[in-house]
């Protein structure tokens, strides 16, 4: 099966639809969605994406993250994706949306109008290893080092969004 994603304009109006991969190759603007769990304790919850990942493979990101299939809502496919790749779920919030474009070594590029959902959650993880190799909770301070130190052990979405992620959380905590 063939999965579609929803192609928008700058204003996230839906333009219609292509196969993910086609979009991808013609770097086409798509939406997506960055989902980011935080625990009790304030800690950025990271994958590590599964070594068979098309693009992006062993690197760590954001709790988890993908395209909502036409006609489903951005807010259900973010839940649903969740749930997929990290086997839990927990009530998510939409915090704010920003456009990026990111190109990979493999010719791919994602062009993506992504909307950010936060959530909180402690309990148990049981990630798909189809999707993910391994996670874990980090405070700000050390992504922030990692990133400085190794940067390419990151997705480069995850080093466009840390940063707006973090001044969202420091507003929403002051």
């Known amino acids: 099966m063939f999965e579609q994603v929803i192609l928008v304009n700058e204003a ?4 219609g639809f292509m196969e993910k991969m086609e979009a991808h190759e013609k ?6 969605f960055s989902v980011f769990v935080f625990n009790e304790a304030g800690e950025m919850l990271l994958q590590q994406r599964a070594a068979s990942k098309y693009h ?33 779920e927990t009530p998510l919030e939409k915090a704010f949306d920003f456009v990026y474009k990111a190109p990979f070594d493999n010719g791919l590029t994602e062009h993506e109008f ?26 700000f301070e050390s992504i922030e080092t990692l990133i400085q130190t190794q940067p390419d052990h990151f997705t480069s979405w995850f080093l466009i969004a840390f940063p707006k992620v973090k001044a969202w959380w420091l507003q929403q905590n002051k």
């Open 114 to 139: 992504d909307h950010v959902f936060v959530g909180q959650y402690q309990g148990i993880c049981e990630p798909n290893p189809l999707e993910v190799q391994a996670v874990a909770f980090r405070t």
């Open 27 to 32: 770097a086409v603007l798509h939406r997506a």
């Open 56 to 88: 992006s493979a062993n690197l760590w990101t954001n709790t988890c993250c993908s395209h909502p299939r036409p006609g489903e809502t951005t807010q259900a496919a973010a839940s649903r994706r969740l749930k997929e790749e990290m086997g839990f």
């Open 12 to 15: 996230d109006e839906a333009l």
